[in-house]
């Protein structure tokens, strides 16, 4: 009795220890060790139906081992389990759906931005290149009243892109040869600038202009083509005018000077040209 309480016991404790071995190899119980090994029976009787044949490889511990540590070690890869994963999908969607929607309305509003930014360009172009046309034709007109003569031009480094390339100015004044601006002295710069402004006044009129020293670099003839032609455009628009030369001044209607006849004292004074004519 005593031989068989001592191999009861060490039976026992074998079954113990198969008992950890199944928890910590496989995370399984006694009770669902045989629940698997039914089902692995049942697979196994299911298979052989299915091929007609019996099936009778033997089940090798040693594999069966080296696939459970390649299942642990990918489990272990996987990270600890996430128990709130589900919920946190859920709110991602959602997050990531209205995301995407508001994506696709951005993207929408910027295919519409781009259409209408493509529609004022090429607006923009056309009214642009009329205007331009129409203000080389005043310029051609107002160079050849101011210069008494010659031949003035204004056009596009690039037609292929009139909003975008500069703007080319090739004059030439009575006697010369035609030439770019920046060839040309000081004085006929001028005299040239002055004639692209009254263009420019021309194109589009204003009711009102202030003109300061812009004839100073010019010579007494110019200051006569100047001062005849700023006559006849007073027609329309009014002009005031800052200037210190005397064929200007003789075809104001009205002067306005300042004079200092005492030391830090200064006067107006001004005189209506309208009443002496």
């Known amino acids: 009795m005593h031989r068989q309480e001592m191999a009861l016991g060490r039976i026992r404790a074998d079954l113990t220890q198969l008992n950890d071995r199944l928890w910590n190899n496989y995370e399984l119980s006694y009770a669902g060790a045989l629940e698997a090994r039914d089902e692995y029976d049942q697979r196994k009787q299911d298979d052989e139906m299915a091929h007609g044949e019996t099936l ?23 990270g600890s389990v996430n128990v709130g994963a589900i919920e946190e999908y859920t709110q991602m969607y959602e997050r990531f759906t209205q995301l995407n929607a508001q994506k696709d309305d951005l993207e929408k509003a910027k295919a519409d931005l781009q259409a209408l930014i493509s529609q004022l360009l090429e607006q923009m172009e056309t009214v642009f290149v009329g205007q331009f046309s129409t203000l080389q034709e005043y310029f051609a007109e107002t160079f ?24 080319e100015i090739i004059v030439q004044p009575p006697g010369k040869k035609r030439q770019l601006l920046s060839l040309f002295s000081g004085g006929e710069r001028a005299l040239t600038a002055i004639a692209i402004l009254f263009a420019m006044l021309k194109l589009k009129p204003t009711p009102f202009c202030i003109l300061d020293e812009i004839e100073a670099a010019l010579d007494d003839a110019n200051i006569s083509y100047f001062a005849d032609y700023l ?47």
Do not use: W
Request: aromatic content about 8%; overall charge negative.
């Open 231 to 277: 006559k006849e455009f007073s027609a329309d628009t009014q002009f005031i005018v800052v200037t210190h030369r005397k064929g200007t001044m003789e075809r104001c209607d009205t002067l306005f000077g300042v004079a200092m006849e005492e030391r830090g004292v200064s006067s107006m004074v001004s005189v209506n040209l309208t009443d002496y004519e």
């Open 56 to 78: 009778t490889a033997a089940f090798d511990e040693a594999e069966a081992d080296r696939d459970a540590q390649r299942i642990r070690d990918r489990i272990r890869q996987m």
């Open 144 to 167: 050849t009243r101011l210069f008494g003569g010659g031949y003035g031009e204004i056009s596009l480094s690039n037609p292929n892109d009139p909003l975008n390339c500069g703007i």
